[in-house]
């Protein structure tokens, strides 16, 4: 991706890297678990020669972004201070924006909290969903999905991690990404990524070796810790009774 720059910039006392290309209006693509900026490569591509200044994060915790210990610091308020901080850098007073996954919930939140900001937002999933003040969301979801459902999964620090470490990080990823089960996504205890030695995943025709290589390598050097923190956050600063 040759034609594409790199930076990094300061936001929100914290360092993000990004990748753009192009002048013109912004548009921000905020990428989903498990990825990166790479996941909106060819989107930066296509856009910049249209006339559009296209501009892809590493999200906090995720790729080259920092990635604070603290689970605290991955709420929503954060999140959106990046973006907002990430906004004020460029010079400009609104951006388009495009996300799905967690780039998706984040955006909902920044329309919510700073809607001067955003000129128009395309959700290419997750849709807004409003807090319930009954109950908080990681305990809604356990009572709709069971204890295997994945989100459940992922909020003991430390646990899902090292079933990674012990499966590598390139089988996990591929059994995520290219997975083609529907339903629920449930990581059950004693086979949390299905892996499944006579029926090995294969890659779409979209996702090459190469695209895997690029994100286990980059997993491989930060972990999972940081992007699985936006999970275990999930029930902060929301009000319930």
Sequence with gaps: MEEI???????????????EKGEGPVVLFLHGFPELWYTWRRQILALSSLGYRAIAPDLRGYGDTEAPSSISSYSCHHIVGDLVALINSL?????FVVAHDWGAI????????????VKAFVCLSVPFLPRNPNIKPVESMRALFGDDYYICRFQEPGKIEAQIAQVGTAEVLKNILANRKPG???????????????????????FSEQDLSFYATKFNQTGFTGA??????????????
């Design 91 to 95: 010079g400009v007073e609104q951006v």
């Design 5 to 19: 720059k790199h930076g990094m910039v300061g936001v929100n006392g914290i360092r993000m890297h990004i990748a």
């Design 184 to 206: 629920p996504s449930c990581f059950p205890e004693e086979n949390a990524f299905g892996i499944d030695p006579e029926n090995r995943v294969t890659l779409p025709s979209w």
């Design 228 to 241: 699985l923190n936006y999970y275990r956050a999930m029930n902060l600063l929301a009000p319930y009774n």
């Design 106 to 117: 984040i955006a909902w939140y920044l329309c919510l909290f700073c809607p001067e900001r």
